[in-house]
């Protein structure tokens, strides 16, 4: 079936439709939700919210643009909408002016550890990393989603660059220490 035929089907509410637009796209959608998401558990749940708020919208859809673009898009409305209703954010405006970059040269460094850390991260510094570092949204754009000013954006990516910086050196220095032999 033609993708455009079945957007017009999901916009007609044809359930077969709406299973297979999910089969199709809930893969990726879900990897954007485990990005933004404090774990596994959570990001499925708001898959699932983003899949009905993508049902009930699929009207607004006018076919302009990328199609994975605007799924995308709702979804992680969808998930930064559900921290600001359940005020899990809690507002962090520290003035930090270091721009720390994470340099990871090793391949030790597997990305399920990548991923734990990032979730890990405090809900506000994860989000504004997650937008700024893997999906390429600017300060402005940042801080008209999540509410905040240009600043408390840069340095919340600031500080969440730091602190993984810090568990990506404690976890090599952990990799690399030696145990003296026992006699």
Known sequence: ??????????????????????????????????KYSRNYTEAQDNLQDGFILIFNKIEQYAFKGSFDGWLKRVMINNVLQQYRTHTFLSLVNE???DDYEIEIDDENISLDYLLKIIQELPDRYRLVFNLYVNDDYSHAEI???????????????????????????QYKNQENKTFPSAK
């Open 1 to 34: 079936m033609d993708l455009n035929q079945l957007i017009n089907d999901c916009k007609n509410k044809d359930r077969k439709a709406q299973e297979q637009l999910y089969k199709l796209y809930s893969p990726k959608l879900f990897a954007a939700c485990l």
């Open 143 to 169: 801080a008209e989603m999540l509410s905040i000013n240009i600043g408390t954006s840069k340095s919340n990516l600031s500080r969440a660059r730091m602190i993984l910086k810090d568990k990506i050196e």
């Open 95 to 97: 003035d930090v002016q």
